[in-house]
């Protein structure tokens, strides 16, 4: 099911189809480094990820994190959507994209789009993003998007902190 067009990509509800790619994409240093180790080895452990997560959280919360796929040839690139965590009170953006797919405004454009999206059809006016310290990439596309810079968040199991963002809709 297709959520959100924008000029050059689709971002759509995963499924348990898309396990190959979220084994990878799970797995990449950057994913690894940035976002953690979800213990994902297998296609097994994927398609598990996969319902567990993104699935579960569409069937509780009406949105989740979806694929991103460039509209041109319906190649994944990512994964960008809208997330509840336990530990946060508000829903927070997260997006992830292959190494090979950074660094060209894929992550931005989906992002924005996403962004709007929570605005518009969720009526979120507030939306919050997490980063590691070291993801200064993110940060700053976090910026770009109209966050701010909240706080440094203790994840308390003896992890670094990470930076915590703030995205307000101001109401004019």
């Given amino acids: 099911m297709v959520i959100l067009e924008t ?4 971002l759509r509800r995963l499924h348990t189809d898309d396990a190959p790619f ?3 994409l799970v797995n990449e240093p950057s994913w690894l480094e940035h976002i953690g180790d979800k213990g994902v080895k297998t296609l097994e452990d994927a398609g598990n990820y996969l319902l567990t997560g993104p699935l579960d959280m569409y069937e509780r919360l009406g949105h989740g994190m979806w694929m991103v796929e460039l509209r041109s040839n319906k190649e994944p690139i990512g994964f960008c959507g809208l997330i509840k965590r336990d530990t946060l009170d508000d829903v927070d953006i997260g997006f992830a994209l292959l190494p090979e ?3 060209q ?3 931005f454009e989906a992002a924005a789009a996403t962004l709007e999206y929570a605005q518009t059809q969720l009526g979120l006016s507030r939306i919050v993003a997490i980063t590691s310290q070291e993801n200064k990439a993110s940060g700053s596309l976090l910026e770009k998007l109209g966050f701010e810079f909240n706080k440094l968040l203790e994840p308390g199991s ?3 902190a990470l930076k915590f963002f ?4 101001s109401h004019k």
Avoid at 7 to 10: A, D, G, K
Avoid at 166 to 169: A, L, S
């Fill in 22 to 24: 979220a084994l990878r």
């Fill in 158 to 160: 003896g992890d670094d």
């Fill in 7 to 10: 000029e050059r990509l689709t």
């Fill in 105 to 107: 405004g894929y992550a």
């Fill in 101 to 103: 797919f950074c660094r």
């Fill in 166 to 169: 703030v995205f307000e809709v």
